[in-house]
């Protein structure tokens, strides 16, 4: 994917039409994660799990996207079990 950034656009108006489309959710993820939008790749990866959810699939696509929810998931809980005293210099999670 040479142009990232116009893929995820392209992918978002698809999802518009098609909601919750395997294909197309896993293409915005990919295009998300490749233009340095980590949140928003997750974000994809997430509505990727949730639907496919109670599924016996074993895609490879649908590997990487429950992969890829567990470590953000780590991350926020490494970020919110800190102490007190480190909560002040902990850096905000973008939305």
């Keep these: 994917m040479k142009q990232p950034e116009q893929a995820l656009a392209e992918y978002k108006t698809d999802l518009k039409f098609y909601p919750n489309r395997f294909n197309g959710l896993y293409?915005?993820?990919q295009a998300a994660e490749m233009a340095?939008?980590?949140?928003?790749?997750?974000?994809?990866?997430?509505?990727?799990?949730?639907?496919?959810?109670?599924?016996t699939?074993?895609?490879?696509e649908l590997a990487k996207a429950k992969q890829a929810?567990?470590?953000?998931?780590?991350?926020?809980?490494?970020?919110t079990s800190r102490s007190s005293a480190d909560e002040t210099t902990a850096c905000p999670i973008p939305a």
């Design 27 to 29: 293409g915005a993820a």
């Design 36 to 55: 340095g939008q980590m949140s928003q790749a997750t974000e994809y990866y997430a509505v990727l799990v949730k639907t496919c959810e109670g599924s």
């Design 57 to 60: 699939s074993e895609r490879p």
């Design 69 to 79: 929810v567990l470590a953000r998931s780590r991350f926020y809980f490494s970020i």
